[in-house]
């Protein structure tokens, strides 16, 4: 079984900075993936990124990188330069690295001011 | 990406009728496919992992006979709430991998919200 943990429930960041969304995991998998996913508030889900376990290398996609620690169980996603369009929620996922079904942690709502 | 298509957006209807929500893999064949709900502000909970030709396997809690589900080709399984009531009232979300996709990321239908009066 996984559990993913988004402490943060809201976050406000002004426009162009840098803001880090915290994710931690606990599973008894030893291979697994990692994903971030954007849901502005029409609805549909946005796939960002994506680390696997045994990536030594942080994940990185344009603005969005992923502070991998795997030690930790940590997974946190850092987004530069935010922009308007980045207001929404952003949810952690993990599954198993053999198994699609993907478990998602409660999600963080992020409000970019101008 | 891969496609994938939900239908319909918004859908109201009344205590005790069903309603059919379809999810379609547009350019992809889709083997598996999931079906997610999400209360306002809340995380997705996965409901049931819809399989081609098989029945659907459903999660714990989760009602089979409130929600049928049939995945009778490779491109569309399609969730329906039989005699829904009130509390049925939510966004429904379905999910497809792509066997094209090295990571293995899922790829989301728009949702479906229903209200039920």
């Known amino acids: 079984a996984q559990k993913i943990t988004q402490t943060q429930p809201g976050m406000f960041v002004q426009e162009k900075e840098a803001v880090t969304l915290d994710c931690t995991y606990d599973t008894s998998d030893q291979s697994y993936g990692l994903f971030w996913y954007k849901q502005p508030s029409s609805g549909e889900m946005i796939f960002l990124i994506y680390q696997g376990s045994y990536d030594e290398q942080n994940a990185t996609e344009g603005r969005y990188s992923l502070n991998f620690q795997k030690a930790r169980k940590s997974a946190n996603l850092v987004i530069s330069a935010s922009q308007l369009g980045d207001s929404a929620m952003y949810f952690c996922a993990m599954r198993p690295l053999f198994d699609y079904k993907l478990s998602f942690g409660a999600g963080t709502t992020v409000t970019v001011r101008a | ?117």
Request: aromatic content about 10%.
């Open chain 2, 1 to 117: 990406g891969a496609v994938v298509s939900q239908h319909p957006s918004w859908v109201i209807c009344k205590s005790g009728t069903s309603v059919k929500i379809e999810c379609r893999s547009l350019d992809f064949q889709a083997t598996t496919m999931f079906w997610y709900r999400q209360f306002p502000k809340q995380s997705l909970m996965l409901m049931a992992t819809s399989n081609e030709g098989s029945k659907a396997t459903y999660e714990q809690g989760v009602e089979k006979d409130k929600f049928l589900i049939n995945h009778a080709s490779l491109t569309l399984s399609t969730l329906t709430v039989t005699s829904a009531h009130p509390e049925d009232s939510s966004f429904y979300i379905c999910s497809a991998t792509s066997s094209g996709s090295p990571i293995g990321e899922l790829f989301f239908g728009e949702g479906s919200r229903l209200t039920v009066l």
